[in-house]
Nanobody
Framework: QVQVVESGGGLVQPGGSLKLSCRAS????????MKWYRQAPGKERELVAS????????NYADSVKGRFTMSRDNALNTVYLQMNSLKPEDRAVYYC?????WGQGTQVTVSS
């Protein structure tokens, strides 16, 4: 079955950190352009981070640049999103995407 499953979301205080995971099955993440999106309540889904296939060049939205880091573990067929210095405006459902495959999302809430 071709799918991705996100995990790692939760509630964190402003300034805190979370690491999201996206484990793929049925395809190889290193061969796909992988992306992390997020969607906040009442807002459109936005691209947060991306990683090219093979070499794995990353790119980030301006709103998260310097705070978020996308990485990949080829052995585990998993991509990650390390989120540091979290802000209340980072609150959203975070989705992993590879090709036509989308995960179910994982909720991130930043609140004191």
């Amino acid at each position: 079955q071709v799918q991705v499953v996100e995990s790692g979301g939760g509630l964190v205080q402003p300034g805190g950190s979370l690491k999201l995971s996206c484990r793929a099955s049925g395809f190889t993440v290193s061969r796909y352009f992988m992306k992390w999106y997020r969607q906040a309540p009442g807002k459109e889904r936005e691209l947060v981070a991306s990683m090219t296939s093979a070499v794995g060049i990353t790119n980030y939205a301006d709103s998260v640049k310097g705070r978020f880091t996308m990485s990949r573990d080829n052995a585990l067929n998993t991509v990650y999103l390390q989120m540091n210095s979290l802000k209340p405006e980072d609150r959203a459902v975070y989705y992993c995407n590879g090709g036509l495959v989308w995960g179910q999302g994982t909720q991130v809430t930043v609140s004191s």
